[in-house]
């Protein structure tokens, strides 16, 4: 059998048992930031126009807003939120085609760099065998279930993509010495240029693009880039270096403003320095030694490094990081592929695991990184030559990729069913609060409020100031009907002390609608504004423009179910004022045309401060466009109310008393 046709084979068999792994997956449900992230597809009902198009794009807060992955969503719209099948099939397909591109760069570096270790005639054969081994250890692997199988990690997975051709695109340009200069340099501009444009507008992480050529360069293709002709080497140099010193220096830039400062994180910049290593090498554990039960979303519950020997592991930690980045750094030429699987692996999570403070813990962040070192561990095995050591690491290979496929299988049965996932995760992560609230959440839905409040009340016992534990608690009293004014008070105490924490304040919404709804007693529309009031009194909130436009803006659903109008309005513009929003003031105008008050809504529109909206809103939609035409509209409005009174809004009932 020719040796390509044995590459084709293997490749099909691979893609073949890693779509059969995932397929138990397929059938769960949407997860954790799958529902916050995808509701931007309830913003437009369909897109008609290109402002259509740029409000549905606008939905994310941050600049560019990833509108690649994001129209990758939108033409799913159909299927959002009933059919997660359909949105988790694209996923494993980007994910086989990330697989096919990762065999691909494997096999073409090592097309390249095995004829200095093995004989010709074994060439090709060895290329192929460490093109499949790459990525079948990168495709089976468990730890990237997560980022598969959580639909809004599509993000990822497209970036990835991206980079992939990216880097295929740079290694063409960068090894086809045969080629016209001009040829060349088209396909480096292709591959540093285009696709990493197209992976930032996937996800941030994708200006780390160059960064992964720069790994590549330093370890195995040096003397490719000492050969490049003046003209290539200038553009290689132009594609590289200025986006790598811009990450480098952005990373720094983020140290003086964070450094010792309490942030909406319950750890400062200088703990999450010290804590990431120890994560890091935990990534490596769970990628080497796969064990079912590891893997999972909730990890917020980690232990973070207060300083060097708090936890001990903290230093060891830290001085191995070191040392291993040192010795790839002063041992690329002497150990090439050790130096190329530090590099890019350290360099992959340079984003995300360094001075810019996002969570702790994600397992889909070694989706990128990951395939450095296991092109790396491919490429030591395909150039040892014939013997009893190439068969005993052929077989220790093996071994290593069935336990990660039963691992994977297991696990991807797990994700196919919520109940399992929050047994499983809050078996597996007792110190999760959101694996013990997602557990919490189950029993509550099967019906069992009282076996829900015996585990919160455990949680409770290890995290008795969690925001979101004790709102859950009083959750749970009110559907069992116990709830006393005791548990309102504690709770109010709590939420005017309390660190940050963002299910704290998500939480107060469904109170909010119990309140209203008046399906607690002791939960008194009354009360709930207290309670509100008390988190808003908290500087941790107070001091968080989205906590405090959200708190506002539930005070004024509040308001308007007492039909109190001015208050209503008054909520509305603190909410703007914390947390911009374009539909903000069109909402204030709905509520002063139902009291017929047109000239004052005519104002709001008009008085609007567009220059607080976030950029990317500003960039793609015309609000003062849109303004514009809604006070037209208003103008039609009151003309034709000139005789008649007109029908006030049911919801609102009371005077308009400007505050």
Avoid at 9 to 15: A, Q
Avoid at 197 to 206: D, H, Y
């Amino acid at each position: 059998m020719p040796a390509r046709t044995r590459a084709l084979l293997g490749l099909t068999i691979t893609l073949l048992v890693c779509a059969m792994l995932y397929w138990p997956a397929m059938h769960g449900s949407f997860l954790f930031d799958d529902f916050p992230n995808l509701t931007a597809l309830t913003s437009i009902d369909h897109v008609s126009s290109w402002r259509d198009l740029g409000i549905f794009l606008s939905q994310p807060r941050n600049f560019p807003g990833r509108p690649v992955a994001m129209l990758s969503f939108l033409m799913q719209k159909a299927s959002w939120p009933d059919h997660p099948l359909h949105f988790r099939l694209i996923n494993v397909g980007i994910h086989l085609l990330n697989g096919v591109l990762v065999f691909g760069l494997v096999r073409r570096v090592a097309r390249h760099w095995l004829p200095n270790q093995v004989t010709p005639d074994l060439l090709q054969n060895r290329a192929n065998v460490a093109a499949c081994l790459a990525a079948a250890a990168w495709l089976f692997n468990p730890i990237q279930l997560s980022g598969v199988v959580l639909v809004v990690q599509r993000m990822t997975l497209l970036m990835a993509m991206f980079m992939l051709l990216g880097l295929l695109g740079y290694t063409r340009g960068l090894l086809a010495t045969e080629w016209p200069a001009w040829r060349r340099s088209m396909w480096m501009l292709l591959g540093l240029g285009a696709c990493m444009g197209l992976a930032f507008l996937s996800k941030e992480n994708g200006v780390l693009l160059p960064v992964y050529a720069l790994a590549l360069d330093a370890a195995l293709f040096r003397e490719d880039v000492q050969r490049l002709p003046r003209t290539l080497a200038w553009l290689r140099r132009l594609l590289i270096w200025p986006v790598v010193l811009f990450v480098l220096g952005y990373l720094l830039w983020t140290l003086p403003n964070e450094w010792g400062h309490a942030s909406t994180r319950n750890f400062t910049v200088d703990q999450r320095l010290l804590t990431e290593p120890r994560i890091l090498f935990d990534y490596l554990g769970k990628i080497f030694l796969p064990r079912f039960g590891l893997y999972g979303l909730y990890h917020d519950g980690y232990v973070v490094s207060r300083n060097l020997f708090s936890p001990w592991t903290t230093l060891p930690a830290l001085l191995a990081l070191i040392g291993a980045l040192s010795a790839a750094l002063a041992g690329r030429r002497r150990w090439p592929l050790f130096a190329l699987a530090v590099l890019w692996y350290l360099g992959g999570q340079l984003v995300e695991s360094t001075t810019v403070m996002l969570e702790l813990y994600f397992e889909h962040r070694n989706y990128m990184p990951l395939v450095g070192p296991v092109m790396a561990l491919a490429l030591s095995v395909a150039r040892l030559p014939q013997g009893q050591r190439q068969r005993t690491l052929y077989l220790v290979a093996g071994l290593w990729l069935l336990a990660c496929c039963v691992t994977t299988a297991l696990s991807a049965r797990v994700y196919a069913s919520e109940d399992r996932l929050a047994l499983v995760w809050a078996n597996s992560q007792p110190d999760s609060t959101r694996a013990q609230v997602y557990l919490v959440d189950r029993l509550y839905k099967h019906g069992q409020p009282a076996t829900a409040l015996q585990v919160l009340e455990k949680a409770i016992q290890l995290r008795p100031n969690n925001i979101s534990l004790a709102e859950d608690r009083v959750l749970l009293k009110c559907v069992q009907g116990d709830l006393a004014q005791a548990d309102l008070d504690k709770l109010n105490t709590l939420l005017r002390t309390a660190v940050f924490d963002q299910g704290g304040w998500e939480n107060i919404e469904i109170l909010r609608t119990i309140a209203t709804q008046g399906a607690c007693p002791e939960l008194t529309p009354k009360a709930w504004l207290g309670l509100a009031d008390a988190q808003l009194s908290n500087p941790a909130y107070a001091n968080n423009g989205l906590a405090s436009g959200f708190l506002h803006y539930q005070k004024h659903y509040w308001a308007v179910s007492q039909g109190n109008l001015g208050t209503a309005i008054h909520e509305l513009e603190l909410t703007y004022q914390n947390d911009p929003d374009a539909n903000i003031p069109r909402l204030e105008a709905k509520y002063l045309v139902s009291a017929q008050l047109y000239d004052q809504a005519i104002d709001v529109l008009r008085n609007t401060d567009y220059s607080r909206l976030p950029l990317l809103r500003r960039l793609l939609v015309d609000d003062r466009a849109i303004n514009k035409a809604d006070i037209g509209e208003i103008y039609r409005m009151r003309k034709n109310s000139r005789d008649a009174a007109g029908k006030p809004s049911s919801l609102i009932v009371g005077p308009y008393a400007p505050q």
